[in-house]
């Protein structure tokens, strides 16, 4: 991560890698020697670090996953799920152990390639920022403040979930779809092609915006505060948690949790928007966001602040916190195993992550 990076020294810049890439291809084609660059291994290896980090942290809290997006989109008149424990329980009774992971293959098949993207970019983008912070400041030995560590945490937030909307917006609806729902999505590959028939390309990005701003909040702290922590935890050594100037399992999934705790507590309001606004055109939905309770008829939302003033207008600011319960509870264990196990694959695969000037 930043904080590992700014430790190792190297003669290799951000800049630098990507010619030195290009060198060493022109001298392999000349030699006739196809060996691959040590650069090109170490971004593959952080790519398959993150996807494998992202697929186990999601599997461990699917049931958790699924109940929450139930919340966010139920029919507000007819209320099936009813707080953390009853919505599991009912989804056990009426769908068994199967249906408390439904929907948890696409999530994976969306959040691996997500994950991956999202990690490599933040060390990129971390490199980049840093290289430009200490060329504009003077300080060779200039590390990324936290203000910076969020601003690269956004970024890779924004690139990896542009990367995969399309597909994280039939997997909310995959998730959603119950045994008696009027039509039955086979798989992601079906929504997809559903969806794009049926509603057109720009459906495949409704709920984008919510989502885009929402990575500041979420993404961004979470990285920041994670890194933040492990260093002043490192500095510092307080508590007495540090040995041999490296954290603990234990230490580093605290400081996890501590980060995905910040994020999704401020963010989530925009989630809910998002997923209220993934669900609308959506016709043969059994679980769809109603109207004010006269015509119960599904709200068609004409933006993000539309569906905010809808959500807030018929159901009240708490509609705004659906689903809150069992995400804090999800979001913990999720966002600490993701890195913590990130870093576990990047050790056993020998990556090597730095920055220089």
């Known amino acids: 991560m930043a904080s590992e990076d700014v430790a190792r020294k190297t003669s290799d810049s951000a800049v630098s890698t990507i010619v030195n890439l290009a060198e060493e291809a022109k001298l392999a084609s000349r030699e006739g020697v196809r060996a691959p660059s040590h650069a090109f291994l170490s971004i593959c290896k952080s790519l398959v670090a993150g996807g494998v980090a992202g697929g186990v942290s999601r599997t461990a809290v699917a049931p958790l996953e699924r109940l929450k997006i139930l919340l966010q989109v139920q029919n507000p008149h007819s209320i099936k799920y009813n ?11 009426t769908e068994g152990f199967r249906g408390l992971f439904k929907g948890n293959g696409t999530n994976c098949a969306r959040i691996v390639p997500n994950s991956a993207v999202k990690f ?36 890779a937030g924004i690139i990896a979930m542009s990367a995969t909307y399309p597909m994280d917006m039939v997997r909310g609806r995959l998730t959603v779809q119950t045994e008696k729902s009027p039509r039955q999505y086979r798989g992601i590959f079906h929504a997809l092609s559903t969806v794009l028939k049926e509603e057109g390309p720009r459906a495949l990005y409704r709920g984008w915006l919510p989502s885009v701003i929402g990575v500041v909040p979420y993404v961004g702290l979470n990285f920041a505060v994670y890194e933040s922590l492990k260093d002043w935890l490192i500095k510092s050594k307080a508590f007495d948690l540090v040995e041999d100037n490296e954290l603990s399992v234990t230490t580093r999934l605290a400081c996890g949790a501590v980060a995905g705790t910040f994020g999704q507590t401020v963010a989530y309001p925009l989630d809910v928007i998002r997923r209220r606004m993934q669900m609308v055109g959506w016709r043969d939905a059994s679980s769809v966001v109603t109207g004010d309770g006269k015509s119960k008829a599904s709200l068609e939302y004409t933006g993000m602040v539309d569906a905010f003033r809808k959500t807030v207008r018929h159901e009240g600011f708490r509609a705004l916190y659906k689903g809150l319960v069992p995400n804090s509870v999800k979001v913990v264990p999720s966002i600490a195993i993701a890195f913590v196990t990130y870093e576990a694959v990047k050790d056993v695969l020998g990556v090597e992550m730095r920055i220089s000037d």
């Open 120 to 155: 490599f970019s933040y060390e990129q983008a971390s490199r980049g920022i840093l290289w430009l912070y200490r060329r504009q400041s003077g300080k060779e030995d200039a590390q990324l403040t936290p203000l910076l560590r969020l601003g690269a945490g956004a970024c």
């Open 83 to 93: 707080g953390t424990m009853q919505g599991l329980k009912y989804i056990w009774g």
